[in-house]
Structure formats: structure tokens, C-alpha cells
């Protein structure tokens, strides 16, 4: 789940002057105003918005070519007395992301094609918040992942983790594999399609789990595409439905697909070539196998039986109830603090109230989850 940090959005003229501001401010109050002579209207809390908003008599990009010079003449004047400083190092960072040398050695504001990174700051109340944009809508913050158990007896979340919402659902999952124990017991671990891949279902094993992800609905994938081998790596084609080795492959990280090459004569004649459908040129055949459609085809054919796609999607619903109770109930979006340490904790206090809430349901009879039977 997206976390919001409790921060206000800021365009890039508030960004860099609340930056410089807050250093002026700072050498202020050591009485050292010799150091920001000139700058004084910086120290004023109430000039940010006169030109930040109600100046409408000055273009935007002169007033931000203003902030940028100020800063710039006041950074090498204070950097021996306050370049440890978090409002020195705030400043300097929110110049080096949001500005670019021109043809003369000036520094000037970064236009569009230069691009942004997520994890550039977004505002010095955090500046661990990163930026991340998800189902359309833009998130500034954190992620959390959360692992819920589940029996006919009840549910408990047993462990959570938070991080910057760059992070991908596949990290976490891998993370949490790599330190969960060995279970006595077959267990199911259920997850959205984005959790899946052939290293978290080789961790899952493992620990002596199956893997079993929902998002199966759709256009069913072509079943010749599960009888593809892969090397340990779960990169690499080792051989195709009829045995043969590939000329060549590699491995498309952004489409988590591979290209696989056979030589012509390996195809032609072969009984699988109208469900493989290839690209036949003069020397080559390729073509591309999506590991994510080859999932659901081993799933479906090894796993997915009417009774399990039951079970999946009944837990499944349930789990999707919990980052609304902490979103809507524990107001995760609105917690009182800021920065990444002290968010993750105030976190763990909300997801350990939920529990202790389940636990007093609980001993009143009143939280029960219906009882499965796998065959």
C-alpha cells in the first residue's frame, strides 16, 4: 500500500525558496546576518507567499532564476560554519536536482527533457519522501508491505515492512522469503501478479510455501508457452516444447519477457510451430515468451483446480480489506510525523493496534474466517 507522507505539495519556486529561507533563518539565529547580507527578505516568514503566490507582476521563471542566484552567492559564504548542517545540505541538494550549468558556467532551472528522478526532493519538511505515480495518481512518500496469517480461527498480521514508495512489490517479497523459517507445514502464500516471478516461487519452495498469485482473470495465455524450459536463473530458455536447444536468447527486464532464437530448420517441420507460432526469417525463428503469461499457465495447469481459485480469491478479498482499515481507521496518510524512521514506527504502532483490535474481536467471538479444505 501507498503511504502519503504529511506533506504539502510544492512547486519549484516554493521548493527553493522554503530551502533558502530556512538556511537564512538559521544563520539568523546564530546573530551572524553578516553572512546573508543582501538577502535579509528571506528571514521575513511572511515574504514566501507574497512571492511565491501573490506576485503577479514578475514571471515565474525570473523569480526563480532570482532564488537560484541567491542561494548560489549564499552557499560558499556559509559552507565552513553550516555545510553539516541538515538546512545547508537541504538547500545545496535542492539546487543540484532542480538546476542545470548553462553554456556559460550559470546555474539555471532544469526544463522538462532533463528529466526528474524519484527520489529527488519533494519537500525539506521529508526529505526521504520519494515520488512515485501509480494507477494514474501521484504519490509522495512511502510503501508498505504487509503479511497477514490467516486460519479458520482468525486472521493476524505477522510482519510488515516500509520503505520509499520507489520500491518494487517484487523486493519485497524476496526480502521477506530470504528471512522467513522453514515451515513444518505446506502453507500458501497469496499475492497480486506483481509479487510473481521463477525466483520468489523457487524461494517459496523453499521455505515450503506455494507460491499462488491472484490477477488470472483476462485472456487466457497460449498453453505452449508452459512447456518452455528455464535455467535456474529463470532468464534464459534451455530448450522448447520439442526439445531443442536455442540458438540464442536474452532476457527483456522492462516487458520481463525473453527473445529466444532457434535456427530455421529447427522449426520448420516441428509439431508445435503452429501453437508457437515463430517469426520464421531465412536463417532464424524467434520469438518472445512473456514470464508472466508462462506463470499463469503453470499455475492454472498445475495448481489453479476450482477449489483453489475459490480459496485464493476468498483470502485474497479479505487481505485487500487491510490497508483499507489502516488507511480510513488508523489514518496512516495523516500521521504526525515525518522522515522515513519515524513514519516506519508510527506505522508499526498503527498495524499493532489493528492487531491488538482483532485480538479483543477475537476473544469475543466475534472474528472468525471460513474454514477450507484442501484437497
Same mark, same amino acid.
Given at each position: 500500500? +501507498?503511504?502519503?507522507?504529511?506533506?504539502?505539495? +510544492?512547486?519549484? !519556486?516554493? !521548493?527553493?525558496?522554503?530551502?533558502?529561507?530556512? %538556511?537564512?533563518?538559521?544563520?539568523?539565529?546564530?546573530?551572524?546576518?553578516?553572512?546573508?547580507?543582501?538577502?535579509?527578505?528571506?528571514?521575513? $516568514?511572511?515574504?514566501?507567499?507574497?512571492?511565491?503566490?501573490?506576485?503577479?507582476?514578475?514571471?515565474?521563471?525570473?523569480?526563480?532564476?532570482?532564488?537560484?542566484?541567491?542561494?548560489?552567492?549564499?552557499?560558499?559564504?556559509?559552507?565552513?560554519?553550516?555545510?553539516?548542517?541538515?538546512?545547508?545540505?537541504?538547500?545545496?541538494?535542492?539546487?543540484?536536482?532542480?538546476?542545470?550549468?548553462?553554456?556559460?558556467?550559470?546555474?539555471?532551472?532544469?526544463?522538462?527533457?532533463?528529466?526528474?528522478?524519484?527520489?529527488?526532493?519533494?519537500?525539506?519538511?521529508?526529505?526521504?519522501?520519494?515520488?512515485?505515480?501509480? /494507477?494514474?495518481?501521484?504519490?509522495?512518500?512511502?510503501?508498505?508491505?504487509?503479511?497477514? /496469517?490467516?486460519? =479458520?480461527?482468525?486472521?493476524?498480521?505477522?510482519?510488515?515492512?516500509?520503505?520509499?514508495?520507489?520500491?518494487?512489490?517484487?523486493?519485497?517479497?524476496?526480502?521477506?522469503?530470504?528471512?522467513?523459517?522453514?515451515?513444518?507445514?505446506?502453507?500458501?502464500?497469496?499475492?497480486?501478479?506483481?509479487?510473481?516471478?521463477?525466483?520468489?516461487?523457487?524461494?517459496?519452495?523453499?521455505?515450503?510455501?506455494? %507460491?499462488?498469485?491472484?490477477?488470472?482473470?483476462?485472456?487466457?495465455?497460449?498453453?505452449?508457452?508452459?512447456?518452455?524450459?528455464?535455467?535456474?536463473?529463470?532468464? &534464459?530458455?534451455?530448450?522448447?516444447?520439442?526439445?531443442?536447444?536455442?540458438?540464442?536468447?536474452?532476457?527483456?527486464?522492462?516487458?520481463?519477457?525473453?527473445?529466444?532464437?532457434?535456427?530455421?530448420?529447427?522449426? =520448420?517441420?516441428?509439431?508445435?510451430?503452429?501453437?508457437?507460432?515463430?517469426?520464421?526469417?531465412?536463417?532464424?525463428?524467434?520469438?518472445?515468451? $512473456?514470464?508472466?503469461?508462462?506463470?499463469?499457465?503453470?499455475?492454472?495447469?498445475?495448481?489453479?483446480?476450482?477449489?483453489?481459485?475459490?480459496?485464493?480469491?476468498?483470502?485474497?478479498?479479505?487481505?485487500?480489506?487491510?490497508?483499507?482499515?489502516?488507511?480510513?481507521?488508523?489514518?496512516?496518510? &495523516?500521521? $504526525?510525523?515525518?522522515? &522515513?524512521?519515524?513514519?516506519?514506527?508510527?506505522?508499526?504502532?498503527?498495524?499493532? /493496534?489493528?492487531?491488538?483490535?482483532?485480538?479483543?474481536?477475537?476473544?469475543?467471538?466475534?472474528?472468525?474466517?471460513?474454514?477450507? =479444505?484442501? /484437497?
Amino acid at each position: 500500500m +501507498m503511504i502519503e507522507s504529511n506533506i504539502r505539495q +510544492m512547486g519549484r !519556486l516554493e !521548493l527553493l525558496y522554503t530551502c533558502l529561507a530556512n %538556511l537564512v533563518r538559521e544563520i539568523a539565529r546564530n546573530g551572524q546576518t553578516e553572512l546573508f547580507e543582501g538577502l535579509n527578505d528571506y528571514e521575513d $516568514p511572511n515574504n514566501r507567499n507574497r512571492i511565491v503566490y501573490h506576485d503577479q507582476s514578475t514571471p515565474q521563471n525570473e523569480k526563480i532564476q532570482k532564488v537560484i542566484n541567491d542561494a548560489i552567492s549564499l552557499l560558499p559564504k556559509c559552507k565552513d560554519e553550516y555545510g553539516q548542517t541538515d538546512d545547508y545540505q537541504l538547500l545545496q541538494r535542492a539546487i543540484d536536482e532542480q538546476t542545470k550549468n548553462d553554456d556559460k558556467g550559470n546555474r539555471i532551472p532544469k526544463a522538462k527533457e532533463d528529466g526528474m528522478t524519484p527520489d529527488i526532493l519533494q519537500n525539506p519538511s521529508d526529505p526521504d519522501a520519494t515520488y512515485r505515480s501509480k /494507477a494514474g495518481k501521484p504519490h509522495k512518500g512511502y510503501s508498505a508491505n504487509l503479511v497477514e /496469517a490467516v486460519d =479458520e480461527k482468525g486472521s493476524v498480521i505477522v510482519d510488515y515492512q516500509y520503505d520509499v514508495n520507489t520500491r518494487s512489490d517484487a523486493s519485497f517479497i524476496k526480502e521477506y522469503l530470504e528471512n522467513a523459517e522453514v515451515s513444518e507445514e505446506t502453507s500458501a502464500l497469496i499475492t497480486d501478479g506483481a509479487y510473481a516471478s521463477e525466483e520468489t516461487s523457487r524461494l517459496a519452495a523453499d521455505k515450503n510455501m506455494d %507460491l499462488l498469485t491472484t490477477g488470472l482473470l483476462g485472456r487466457k495465455p497460449k498453453e505452449i508457452l508452459g512447456q518452455f524450459e528455464l535455467d535456474e536463473t529463470g532468464h &534464459k530458455i534451455t530448450s522448447c516444447p520439442a526439445g531443442n536447444v536455442p540458438k540464442s536468447g536474452s532476457y527483456i527486464k522492462q516487458t520481463d519477457s525473453i527473445r529466444v532464437s532457434f535456427y530455421k530448420h529447427q522449426c =520448420e517441420g516441428c509439431p508445435y510451430q503452429s501453437k508457437c507460432n515463430p517469426n520464421v526469417k531465412e536463417r532464424t525463428a524467434s520469438l518472445i515468451i $512473456p514470464l508472466k503469461s508462462r506463470r499463469r499457465i503453470l499455475e492454472s495447469t498445475e495448481l489453479m483446480n476450482d477449489e483453489i481459485r475459490t480459496f485464493i480469491g476468498r483470502i485474497r478479498n479479505g487481505v485487500e480489506t487491510v490497508p483499507s482499515i489502516l488507511r480510513n481507521k488508523y489514518t496512516v496518510d &495523516k500521521m $504526525p510525523v515525518r522522515g &522515513k524512521l519515524k513514519t516506519k514506527q508510527f506505522f508499526g504502532f498503527k498495524v499493532a /493496534a489493528l492487531n491488538f483490535s482483532k485480538l479483543i474481536r477475537f476473544t469475543k467471538g466475534k472474528l472468525r474466517c471460513r474454514s477450507f =479444505e484442501l /484437497a
